[in-house]
T-cell receptor, first 112, second 114 residues
Framework: QKEVEQDPGPLSVPEGAIVSLNCTYS??????FMWYRQYSRKGPELLMY????GNKEDGRFTAQVDKSSKYISLFIRDSQPSDSATYLC????????????FGKGTLLTVNP | SQTIHQWPATLVQPVGSPLSLECTVE??????LYWYRQAAGRGLQLLFYSVGIGQISSEVPQNLSASRPQDRQFILSSKKLLLSDSGFYLC?????????????FGDGTRLSIL
């Protein structure tokens, strides 16, 4: 079983839709959770950074972590064509572990 | 604010030629530095990371090497490129500290081997 699983999509939605992106993970030691957005031919850009379970909101973006089910989500409200990108989840165990474990990314297209 | 620079943005090299990709970080000191390769459908593959000058950890055996000659400079090298070295190479940095810090990426180098 891979440590982080993410549906690659592609996911296509109309402008204004609510988008739900999800990842599951297997390592219960993971405590730090991130979402990145990557435009074509660019590096990933950090969107959200959360610790442990719960919700975090930033504008149209909400990150949700459920450690009991090892499930992380990113919700995008009022989606815009500029949200079209690949979204990657990432997790880390903290401590002296300097590495993050990334999902393979979900390709999202928001159609005007 | 902190910034990360990678160059070149695009590179086309013949098989068997050497390689040197450079990454520099500004606005912070003593960062952790990382080299990744990203292939379509395969996600981000960690190649090397460094927690200090001259300290390199290799994640994947291959014909690539990394060096950190200065605190905020990270270099990816090869003596002889293979066709399989084609890909999108990304450099990233994090702050030193407790917990898993988010990594911040450069805009990458797209490497094509002919």
């Amino acid at each position: 079983q891979k440590e982080v699983e993410q549906d690659p999509g592609p996911l296509s939605v109309p402008e204004g839709a609510i988008v739900s992106l999800n990842c599951t993970y297997s390592n219960s030691a993971f405590q730090y959770f991130m979402w990145y957005r990557q435009y074509s031919r660019k590096g990933p850009e950090l969107l959200m950074y959360t610790y442990s379970s719960g919700n975090k909101e930033d504008g149209r973006f909400t990150a949700q972590v459920d450690k009991s089910s090892k499930y992380i989500s990113l919700f995008i409200r009022d989606s815009q064509p500029s949200d079209s990108a690949t979204y990657l989840c990432a997790t880390g165990a903290g401590g002296s572990n300097y590495k993050l474990t990334f999902g393979k990314g979900t390709l999202l297209t928001v159609n005007p | 604010s902190q910034t990360i620079h990678q160059w070149p943005a695009t590179l086309v090299q013949p098989v068997g030629s050497p390689l040197s990709l450079e990454c520099t970080v500004e606005g912070t000191s003593n960062p952790n530095l990382y080299w990744y390769r990203q292939a379509a459908g395969r996600g981000l593959q960690l190649l090397f990371y460094s927690v200090g000058i001259g300290q390199i950890s290799s994640e994947v055996p291959q014909n690539l090497s990394a060096s950190r000659p200065q605190d905020r400079q990270f270099i990816l090298s090869s003596k002889k490129l293979l066709l399989s070295d084609s890909g999108f190479y990304l450099c990233a940095w994090t702050k030193q500290g407790t917990g898993s810090q988010p990594q911040h990426f450069g805009d990458g180098t797209r490497l094509s081997i002919l």
